[in-house]
């Protein structure tokens, strides 16, 4: 049992891996018969209250689909109801035993089933049955158990044969609409080609993928092993007189393994299965690096990395002739891990079609990008499984899932919903010069997020009055290295101009988190409450008099400036900034640069600064509620983590206390007062944040026009009233409902229904 334990990682591991739904399944029942040697694994899947055989290992193949159970009915439809493990030495002798003519399953006695579950919903049943008479032991069921809990942590997507029979349908070979789900990144409907983003350059990081075109492939394997051939020979020829034998040896075992039969045979097997050249290539280097793990001998197992290191030679070759050729008339879906700003800056807005995420949420850094430039996105879809290069692809925002190679009554739907999309901003684009005003007279001030040159038109296309958040680190996140003062007073100068004298708030560098340079990564247990924000600028107080000088003079003749410290936890931490402000602009008065000192403010970010607040006054002006990150803290809920997410809310009654409780001490304390994040783009908090005395409101531009409509509709006296009647629900759910029937009830209903076009007053 001990081997079963040990084989539990490789199993989890290759199903993770595989290419398709149909082969994750196939393969782990597959695996489980196995390793378990019993004479039937078989996996079932929970539709509503039936459960369906979808593979088996052991009973009569027609019996898939075939079989089904309603839940309580048999022993599986038994450990559906219970979701708890059964154990049964004769199966046909239990009470709840249910027979399948012709399916072959009379022949085994001995039962072990395991529920399988994902969020807390049941997903299937995973089964193994042995024709012998006995109990399976402890070890057994906690193995089956274990490997029904990993089941249950795999894309749910796999495991859902209600959705248009997809599973069900590939099972047997008949074509599916292949939908993969998410999250909700940024809503929004994109169409355009795969570009899979290929990260690093470890050929372990690789995720399994197929290839249409076997020959190509094959080619460009052929043609990348001669490539490092060629500088094994001429490496060693330059270096022949200084190696020593044991460096001499490294390069003739490369020689050979490239050489060898085996090892070439073994990556070519797999892409003539389908498997593109990479992938292959991974999947042959993780098995000699098995091998060689395994082996007694220290030596021997110490020679494992040079597999690895000639597995990353002959990737890096790959990797030069496998980029994807678009031409800039073409839309593109950039599909990565983590596609991180770089990623995004490498392309043309215009170009951009949507973002789809291996990891992440709604509110990492890669989704709050998406918003900013517009572009629909999905996070968390688990692998990269059926994405192919250059394979045409639906990214639905407003559902959280893709369409992989869309036939075409899908792809028509989908492109009358962008056109749709498109008309609905255009009917926004009347309010662009109209003020944010309520019906009964208040003001409010729209103002934009953004980081990156190319999405500073959208806010002033889109009728922004300033920029509410500017994310400096936008500018470090594309750099090859920490970035000069010259490079940085560039970048700010031109967006400062570009708003001309409206307040513009920059933030100062706020990495760490879900926001690491690629240059100076930051190794952290739990990077939320880690090194990041105001605390690792104040300890590299170089690099930040460096920003707070290129800010300074960047506002030099224009004005505006608004300098905003992120994750302030301590009224030292201000104190210190203040001092280097001091210094820098004393600095450049000595340089004969005019500049007029800036308004300072607080990120509300951290609940300590509630309490906080009262001791600023006099050394800020202002507080900007960061909402994303405020929710995560208050409800210890990681913005980046796609398991738990979901149960993140800022409509949650305990987000909305601590904001309002922000407000009032911001307000009572004389200082102005601003919300960015996702709660000030949301039509049912902005009503919430109104009747509080929020009067300024940041975020992505492409959300400015929708909020303003909305402020135009309501009045704060009856946002007011909204607000007391909020306060006798305690789920979000609740609180949402409520606010939404009251949207609909001023006739705002249109903002509820993605794409669609909407009377604007």
Request: aromatic share 6%; net charge negative; glycine share 10%.
């Amino acid at each position: 049992m001990n081997n079963l334990i040990h084989s539990l990682q490789h199993l989890v591991s290759e199903a993770s891996a595989a290419s398709s739904p149909q082969k994750r399944v196939g393969g782990i029942v597959s695996q489980v018969k196995a390793l378990m040697d019993v004479g039937v694994c078989s996996l079932y899947l929970a539709d509503a209250e039936v459960m369906t055989l979808v593979a088996t290992e052991g009973l009569n193949e027609a019996s898939v689909g075939a079989i089904k159970l309603r839940m309580g009915e048999g022993l599986v439809g038994r450990i559906a109801k219970t979701q708890h493990p059964l154990n049964v030495e004769c199966a046909s002798q239990h009470p709840a035993y249910r027979s399948f003519p012709d399916s072959g399953e009379e022949q085994f006695e001995a039962f072990l089933g395991a529920p399988v579950v994902h969020g807390g919903v049941l997903v299937g049943v995973l089964v193994v049955e042995q024709r012998t008479r006995r109990k399976f032991s402890q070890e057994e069921e906690s193995f089956i158990t274990t490997v029904a809990a990993y089941l249950g942590d795999l894309d749910p997507d796999d495991f859902q044969c209600q959705r248009d029979g997809d599973l069900m349908n590939g099972l047997r070979g008949k074509p599916v609409v292949r939908r993969i789900r998410g999250v909700q990144g940024a809503s929004g409907v994109g169409i355009g080609r795969i570009v899979i983003l290929t990260g690093g350059t470890d050929l372990m990081d690789v995720t399994d993928t197929e290839t249409d075109d076997i020959q190509a492939e094959l080619k460009s394997f052929g043609r990348a092993v001669r490539a490092v051939l060629d500088d094994l020979h001429s490496g060693q020829q330059k270096l022949a007189k200084n190696i020593s034998a044991d460096v001499a040896e490294v390069f003739d075992v490369y020689r050979m393994l490239l050489q060898s039969s085996e090892f070439s045979g073994l990556v070519i097997r797999r892409i003539q299965e389908g498997n593109s050249a990479p992938a292959a290539l991974r999947a042959a280097v993780s098995e000699y690096l098995e091998k060689f793990e395994a082996m007694e001998d220290p030596y021997l197992r110490s020679r494992g990395e040079d597999i690895r290191n000639l597995g990353n030679r002959v990737y890096a070759r790959l990797r030069e002739s496998g980029e994807l050729k678009i031409s800039e008339e073409e839309k593109v879906v950039l599909v990565g891990t983590i596609v991180s700003i770089a990623d995004i800056a490498a392309y043309p807005t215009a170009q951009l079609a949507g973002i789809i995420s291996l990891e992440g949420s709604a509110l990492s850094h890669t989704a709050v990008l998406s918003k900013a430039l517009g572009l629909p996105a999905v996070m968390g879809v688990g692998h990269l499984g059926e994405f192919k290069q250059g394979q045409l692809i639906i990214v639905d925002g407003h559902q959280g899932e893709v369409i992989i190679s869309p036939p075409p009554t899908v792809l028509k739907e989908f492109e009358q919903l962008i056109y749709s999309q498109q008309a609905r901003l255009e009917q926004f684009g009347k309010l662009r010069d109209l003020p944010a005003e309520t019906s009964d007279g208040l003001r409010i001030n729209l103002l934009a997020n953004t980081g990156l040159l190319s999405d500073i038109t959208p806010g002033l296309s889109c009728g922004a009055e300033g920029i509410g958040l500017y994310r400096s680190e936008m500018p470090f996140m594309t750099s090859k290295s920490f970035p000069s003062e010259d490079e940085q007073h560039l970048v700010y100068r031109a967006v400062m101009e570009a708003y001309g004298g409206m307040p513009v708030y920059m933030r100062t560098l706020d990495i760490g988190g879900d926001k690491p340079l690629p240059y100076y990564p930051i190794e952290e247990d739990n990077p939320a409450l880690g090194w990041r924000g105001v605390r690792f600028t104040l300890d590299h107080s170089a690099l930040f008099m460096t920003q707070i000088r290129a800010m300074l003079r960047a506002s030099e003749g224009v004005g505006g400036l608004h300098i905003l410290l992120p994750m302030v936890s301590l009224v030292a931490e201000v104190d210190s900034f203040l001092v280097m402000l001091d210094s820098a602009c004393a600095q450049l008065e000595e340089e004969g640069i005019v500049i007029e000192r800036p308004r300072v403010g607080v990120m509300a970010e951290v609940p300590a600064i509630t309490s906080l607040i009262p001791f600023l006054v006099g050394k800020i002006d202002f507080v900007s509620i960061g909402t994303n990150d405020l929710s995560q803290y208050v409800l210890a809920i990681d913005r980046s983590n796609a398991r738990v997410t979901h149960l993140s809310d800022h409509l949650h009654p305990a987000v909305i206390d601590t904001v309002e409780k922000i407000v009032m001490a911001s307000l009572s304390n004389g200082m102005d007062l601003s919300v960015c994040g996702e709660m000030a783009a949301d039509p049912c908090s902005v009503v919430l944040l109104l009747a509080m005395g929020v009067e300024t409101l940041s975020m992505a531009a492409y959300g400015i026009p929708e909020i303003k409509w909305v402020v135009r509709n309501i009045s704060r006296s009856a946002s007011r009233e909204q607000l007391k009647q909020v306060r006798k629900y305690h789920h979000p759910e609740q609180i949402r409902s409520h606010l939404r029937a009251f949207l609909i009830d001023q006739g705002l209903g249109g903002i509820f229904e993605p794409g669609m076009g909407a009377m604007i007053t």
